[in-house]
T-cell receptor
Framework: KQEVTQIPAALSVPEGENLVLNCSFT??????LQWFRQDPGKGLTSLLL?????REQTSGRLNASLDKSSGRSTLYIAASQPGDSATYLC????????????FGQGTELSVKP | DTAVSQTPKYLVTQMGNDKSIKCEQN?????MYWYKQDSKKFLKIMFS???????INETVPNRFSPKSPDKAHLNLHINSLELGDSAVYFC????????????FGPGTRLLVL
């Protein structure tokens, strides 16, 4: 049974800091690993998707890595800004289960001006 | 243009009532999903449809019945609402179940009194 865990549950940093969010998963039979952002009272916005054959993906100040052998993914945010404040969720769909995404419980990030 | 839309955005109702939530996607995707986000913000899949066929049916009370009239729509009907059904319900869609990014709707906030 796939379990996805995110550490830390909450993080508060001053503006400008580089930071790393962690995601671990127990079953490496995944299609990919997806990172989402959720603003309070809003839906989820897809940030990055790393295919199982890839090691990392980059989009602007965001860089996500994937290490299937150790069951880990990290989301690196460079030069954080107050607008980055949100909850970040990682999720993994399992092979042959129709796209069923297993979510972690999220990291709530607060970037202070 | 909204990619994945849900109606209504808010739903307040009494215990025992029957209600429906509608979802539409204009992305041309072949797979649609319903997720439930509980009070602790944990997201869990409920159902998934691929080309109008049910492919995932998690352990959900049979008071919940999804219906997909066509590829672009997936509605959720809930009978005999209970207090514990209060949550945010998200619709999502993707191409190639599990292998591509899932796009989420804005959510429907259901409160059962």
């Amino acid at each position: 049974k796939q379990e996805v865990t995110q550490i830390p549950a909450a993080l508060s940093v001053p503006e400008g800091e580089n930071l790393v969010l962690n995601c671990s998963f127990t079953d490496s039979a995944i299609y990919n690993l997806q990172w989402f952002r959720q603003d309070p009272g809003k839906g989820l916005t897809s940030l990055l998707l790393i295919q199982s054959s890839q090691r990392e993906q980059t989009s602007g100040r965001l860089n996500a890595s994937l290490d299937k052998s150790s069951g880990r993914s990290t989301l690196y945010i460079a030069a954080s800004q107050p607008g980055d404040s949100a909850t970040y969720l990682c999720a993994a769909p399992i092979y042959n289960q129709g796209g069923k995404l297993i979510f972690g419980q999220g990291t709530e990030l607060s970037v202070k001006p | 243009d909204t990619a994945v839309s849900q109606t209504p955005k808010y739903l307040v109702t009494q215990m025992g009532n029957d209600k429906s939530i509608k979802c539409e996607q204009n992305l041309g995707h072949d797979t649609m999903y319903w997720y439930k986000q509980d009070s602790k913000k944990f997201l869990k899949i409920m159902f998934s449809y691929n080309n109008k066929e049910l492919i995932i049916n998690e352990t959900v009370p049979n008071r919940f019945s999804p219906k997909s009239p066509d590829k672009a729509h997936l509605n959720l009907h809930i009978n005999s609402l209970e207090l514990g059904d209060s949550a945010v319900y998200f619709c999502a869609s993707s191409q190639l179940s599990g292998q591509e990014t899932q796009y989420f709707g804005p959510g429907t906030r259901l409160l059962v009194l």
